[in-house]
């Protein structure tokens, strides 16, 4: 009979205790919005990483929601067009393009783009047919409503993945391209196409964004924050435009009639206007620090913004920035995929997209906190919880209950998404692993010291590799590696690492590879002078600091994507696999089941898990609900 029957029958007849199971509710609710498209005077909003996907129907004029159309598929949604009445909208996990009619408010799925699952951008020709940008293949595929047939014209740029943005006018698709960037001209009749982003950018990692307007194309590029102005007719008369201390632009729209280019960046979230006419760059707003634009509209003298879960209103004659909150509006939260938990003694945080929802363990409700991106790990240190947030690698702290959130600083050293952090009490520091930007290798150990508020970045600490799972030992800090680099890169390392490195020194002391074959280093824990960790192969191992060598292994569950959780509460070891909790016991490693049937349903493939800081009590997702296992 298999283990885990075993521990069912013992259970059932009494030989075992099963922990206690607390659901409470949904883990994390979130009204969030990435994509915005005008059908005559209405505002269509689509939601992101919530279940179902939704279009919501919102009147500026009342500045509510009306109504709002559920969409037959898709984990979320980057992209719209608008054709008549008809839109269409581009969802992810599936890659599908969907028609919703907005007269009678039905929506039916009109084009499915696979093998790709990721509709990066989609834009209109005046002749009425939709072009989308794919991601991972990178391509540009044509769906003409007219027929319901699609015509594929393959990778924009040879060997990238995504198609980031889109623009067409009556004979050319412009496709901004990345992680490392390309403009391309496709010729709509013959599928040609032509580089037309000057050899001076092309360091850059994405053309971002676009826009295009009466022979104008506007582009936004990654990571510096510039504006890229461009005459189609003759793509060598070109101006760049510079947003000081801005990375990335995330929204562009052009007014011809006035000669001016808006535009939205982050990581400041400011709305800047261009007048072409001055070669003047204003700020006009910050409707919140950080605040990220997914559309820009010019109507009626008003500047539009749709932002993450708001839509805000910039008067050209009276200076005013007024905003609707879309929950308030009509557009209800609904349960996201989370991204982290963490645990203090009174409260569950469980971080998602712009937020984080507290979990009030005494009253059982919760509440959300606002965020100006999102918090890939949260670290309790004392009466503060200290949040690795990406884009950027911004660390934040906060208090337990979500009050008096700071911005603290960067990682820096061209990184971009956290992914891991522990705290080293002996040396007081919070330690940082990250991933880099989009196209580009080598990750980076940060060290920030809360008391003295300093930040040193190590980058490429495991050469060419990200840095995934961090812990530390008696002065040591202790790196796992993934070979990844930057999204969009083909990884160079054939293998995951662990290295040795020393808080004294600063520098690494050593090098090994743990489990051979292994691509990924998911987790790493201390335990009775021990480091812990597992394998993407889904090998936990021992390893043994002093003699430097993996002492012990035994297989364990591992998630689909071949990651894994390993966490200390109280004296013991458990770890997750996102279906299931289990027990490691290191005296005899061995392995035995906690809780099974979970289902937990995360942003980033890996399994989520939390311990109260007395270790009596496992925090966990059951679907996208908080569960609590008293152990």
Do not use: C
């Amino acid at each position: 009979m298999p283990f885990n029957a075993l521990v069912a029958v013992a259970v059932a007849v009494g030989m075992i205790t099963a922990p206690a199971i607390d659901d409470l509710g949904p883990a994390s609710s979130v009204t969030s919005i990435s994509a915005a498209e005008f059908v005559g005077d209405t505002l269509y909003l689509g939601t992101g990483g919530i279940t179902p996907t939704q279009m919501g129907a919102y009147d500026p004029a009342q500045r509510r929601v009306t109504s709002i159309t559920a969409l037959p598929s898709g984990g979320g949604t980057w992209a719209t067009a608008a054709v008549g009445t008809d839109l269409y909208v581009g969802t992810y996990t599936p890659g599908h393009i969907h028609k919703v009619d907005t007269t009678t408010g039905t929506a039916v799925k009109v084009a499915d783009l696979k093998p790709d699952n990721f509709i990066w951008s989609l834009d209109a020709s005046s002749d009425g047919k939709i072009y989308a940008g794919t991601y991972p293949g990178g391509r540009v595929v044509e769906y003409d409503p007219a027929t319901g047939g699609t015509k594929d014209f393959g990778q924009a740029a040879a060997g990238e993945q995504y198609v980031r943005s889109i623009a067409v006018d009556d004979s050319t698709i412009y496709a901004g391209v990345g992680a490392k960037a390309h403009l391309v001209a496709i010729d709509r009749a013959t599928g040609a196409k032509k580089e037309i982003l000057p050899p001076a950018l092309a360091d850059r990692t994405f053309v971002g964004t676009l826009a295009l307007e009466n022979g104008l194309l506007a582009a936004g590029l990654s990571a510096t924050g510039d504006l890229l102005l461009m005459e189609t007719a003759d793509p060598s008369k070109h101006t760049l435009v510079d947003a000081p201390g801005d990375s990335y632009i995330t929204a562009i729209s052009i007014d011809a009639a006035n000669n001016d280019v808006y535009f939205g960046a982050r990581p400041s979230g400011t709305l800047y206007r261009y007048g072409r006419d001055t070669a003047a760059l204003e700020k006009l707003a910050v409707p919140y620090d950080g605040a990220y634009f997914n559309r820009i509209f010019i109507r009626d003298g008003k500047v539009i913004g749709a932002l993450t879960s708001q839509v805000v209103e910039y008067d050209l004659a009276t200076r005013e920035l007024t905003g609707v909150d879309l929950t308030e509006a009509g557009m209800p939260p609904a349960p996201e995929l989370p991204m982290a938990i963490t645990a203090t003694k009174d409260k569950v945080l469980v971080s998602g997209k712009a937020g984080i929802q507290v979990h009030d363990l005494a009253t059982g409700t919760s509440k959300r906190t606002f965020l100006p991106g999102e918090a890939k790990v949260m670290t309790p240190i004392r009466d503060q919880v200290y949040l690795s947030v990406y884009t950027l690698a911004y660390l934040f702290k906060m208090r337990p209950d979500g009050s008096d959130l700071t911005r603290l600083t960067r990682v820096g050293e061209a990184q971009n998404r956290p992914l891991d952090a522990h705290y080293d009490r002996l040396s007081g520091k919070l330690l940082v692993g990250t991933q880099p930007e989009y196209g580009l290798h080598g990750g980076a150990l940060a060290l920030y010291d809360p008391r003295r508020e300093k930040i040193e970045t190590f980058r490429d600490v495991i050469p060419n590799q990200s840095i995934r799972s961090i812990t530390s030992l008696a002065g040591t800090a202790y790196l796992g590696s993934e070979i990844q680099g930057g999204l969009g890169t083909t990884p160079i390392e054939k293998e995951a690492k662990l290295a040795a490195f020393s808080l004294l020194t600063k520098k690494v002391s050593w090098t090994v590879t743990p489990v051979p074959g292994a691509t990924r280093i998911s987790d790493l824990v201390p335990f009775h002078g021990k480091v812990y960790g597992i394998a993407s192969t889904g090998v936990a191992f021992e390893f043994d600091p002093l003699r430097k060598k993996v002492t012990r292994t035994v297989q364990v569950p591992i998630h689909s994507s071949g990651t894994g959780t390993l966490i200390s509460a109280g004296d013991r070891l458990y770890g997750a696999d996102g279906k299931q909790i289990y027990r490691l016991d290191a005296r005899t490693m061995t392995v035995s089941t906690v809780v099974d049937g979970l289902a937990g349903e995360d942003f980033g493939n890996q399994p989520l898990l939390a311990a109260s800081p007395d270790g009596s009590t496992l925090y966990t997702l059951r679907q996208r609900n908080l569960v609590r296992i008293k152990l």
